[in-house]
């Protein structure tokens, strides 16, 4: 392969027009792929932190259940425990009167 200079505007591109366009040539593709690899990229790592996310917040909901189902179940309790101390005030009631 024989490179030429440019004479006086006769002839071929200069090495340097030829470096300079495969140079663009080369920061073009270059920035392509990166851009395409790089947002396939940040996709994946969005999906995975989307998931985990996710399982979190299915965690959360199922342990906001699990205390929700304990506080009704002490509510219905505290409930049972005042019928039997009022009835047994009542009837300690009824023995001093």
């Known amino acids: 392969m024989c490179l030429r200079l440019r004479r006086a505007g006769v002839g071929e591109p200069a090495l340097g027009d030829q470096l300079a ?10 920035q392509t792929f990166l851009q395409l ?44 425990q005042d019928k039997v101390l009022g009835s047994m005030i009542g009837k300690l009631g009824a023995r001093r009167a």
């Open 21 to 30: 366009q495969a140079c663009r040539a080369c920061v073009w593709i270059s």
């Open 37 to 80: 690899v790089l947002l396939s990229v940040i996709i994946v790592g969005q999906n995975v932190l989307a998931a985990a996310a996710d399982k979190r917040a299915e965690a959360t909901y199922n342990d906001a259940d699990a205390v929700l189902d304990e506080a009704v179940k002490i509510q219905e309790h505290l409930l049972a």
